[in-house]
């Protein structure tokens, strides 16, 4: 599963810790990726989506067929 997701396209964010004595070291700040299923009326079926936690609030929000609407304007398979 890639870390990014369908519809805000937050992906994994990279810098450096820095220690104490200010050395640095590389990391990654990944987003909150969940995989969810949702029921998608208006083509009378289920939809798999890889979302961030953010996003999930987001489709609570406007709804699964908006949200669909805006993931397939970005050019992703749904």
């Known amino acids: 599963m ?3 997701c369908q519809l805000t396209g937050a992906k994994p ?3 450096n810790n820095v220690s104490h004595s200010h050395r640095r070291t590389p990391r990654r700040w990944n987003p909150n990726i969940q995989r969810r299923r949702y029921w998608l009326p208006s083509e009378g079926r289920y939809v798999r ?3 961030s936690a953010r996003a ?3 489709i609570d929000r ?3 067929d908006r949200a669909v609407a805006q993931i397939r304007a970005r050019g992703e398979r749904v």
């Open 2 to 4: 890639s870390a990014h």
């Open 13 to 15: 964010v990279f810098g």
């Open 49 to 51: 989506l890889t979302l």
């Open 56 to 58: 999930i609030k987001t």
């Open 62 to 64: 406007i709804g699964i």
